[in-house]
């Protein structure tokens, strides 16, 4: 889920609200590449599964054939993991700009444009945070991902082996989700707060969702 994107209508001069505005939405522009990542860590993710599917309908007299997808598939999971060093780059660059917010928010005159502002600044600070467990727990699933293809490029592999690295891998995927849902639900959490602040601190903007 990607941040709304504001278009400021009308602002002139550099008032505190204008010069957070403009923090604002500079960090939303520095995650346009994290929003062109997640697209393509997706279209990744749906070709190592249809390899996988093709290796289980597979039995060890077509080791060969195991062996070679095998292969493939970590070669995907090396494409993913810097797809997702992009990401993070991303998104550090976006936290990096929305922090220059902080100082300025003392500057607010209003107490409740005020208030908003500090409520705004620590929802987003926890999707960063959020963001952080997701990444590492995502990070953490690629690395057993990976295990598991090297262990059926080995013949003599076991079926128990097998079934204990598919077990650490479903486990490193419920943080993904958890992770994820985290992510999502600060991110509508700081959207609308974003768009309250905007309201009560009089800056006039244009919403376009699309």
Do not use: W
């Amino acid at each position: 889920m990607v941040l709304i994107f504001i278009i400021l209508s009308a602002c002139s001069g550099t008032s505190p609200q204008e010069k957070i505005y403009e923090h604002l939405e500079k960090a939303v522009s520095l995650e346009e590449g994290f929003e062109e990542q997640q697209d393509e860590i997706t279209a990744l993710e749906k070709q190592e599964q249809q390899i996988y599917s093709q290796i289980i309908e597979l039995d060890m007299s077509e080791f060969e054939q195991v062996k070679e997808l095998s292969q493939e598939a970590i070669d995907i999971i090396k494409q993913r993991s810097d797809k997702i060093t992009l990401e993070q780059e991303s998104i550090s660059a976006s936290r990096e700009e929305f922090e220059k917010i902080d100082d300025l928010i003392n500057d607010l005159k209003e107490e409740e444009v005020r208030d908003k502002a500090e409520e705004l600044y620590k929802v987003m600070i926890e999707r960063y945070e959020a963001y952080d467990v997701l990444h590492d727990a995502y990070i953490r699933s690629l690395e057993e991902e990976e295990k598991l293809y090297t262990l059926l490029q080995n013949e003599d592999v076991s079926e128990e082996e097998l079934k204990d690295q598919i077990a650490e891998i479903n486990n490193t995927y419920q943080e993904v989700i958890d992770g994820n849902e985290q992510f999502n639900t600060n991110t509508v959490t700081y959207n609308e707060l974003k768009k309250e602040f905007y309201e009560i601190a009089d800056i006039n903007v244009t919403y376009d969702e699309d």
